[in-house]
């Protein structure tokens, strides 16, 4: 894989060269790499760089897959849906776009986090689905980076795919597909939102931290 590095090591797959891809090599569920305008981007990147001193000072790492202090180890206690402010931009587009990606549905429980990588930050090669869960739906929303020094890594059958980041870009997945981001090798600060969609269940326990998204 060139001289990328991987926080937690190699993965699941050999990787024998970067494979630059698209979005239709990837087989994603939906996408639309114009979810967000820049405006829209640069909004949410000012929110989440506000509110990540205060999430951090909150909540405890609970994820060893990404550096020891990083806000994406938050994921199961703060869902920025929640924030007013974020939802207003984000919140309807997702109900447009589900609309459109799941004609036969009409309710996710979401979690919604973000991630933060700096210099030497990436995160490890990972699912979302384990024996615990079931399947279920992932969406990322890429929100800060550079297409030349940013992509997130996805594995497609027995080889790779490198997606270069565009800011605004959503890509739905299923949650059985391993995704990773190299360690970061410039001194700006990458900024992607991740999504876990479940059926929606109001007797689900682990729902109470869920966003009840109806579309
Ligand atoms: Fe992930």
New binding site residues.
Partial sequence: MGSLEWYGGQGPVLLSDQNIGTADDVGFIYYDENFLSQDEAGAIRDLILEWEPVVKDSFPNAYAGAAPDALTGRHPFFNWLNVPEFYAIVGPKLQSAFRIAFPQKSEFGVQCWANTFRENEG?AW?K?EDETTGKFF?AHLFIEGDANDSATHYQVGNDVVAIPNKRGAFYVFDSAIY?AVALRKVTSTRISI?FDMLEYDANEKRFWRFHHLKF
């Fill in positions: 995160i990972h979302h992932c995704h991740a």
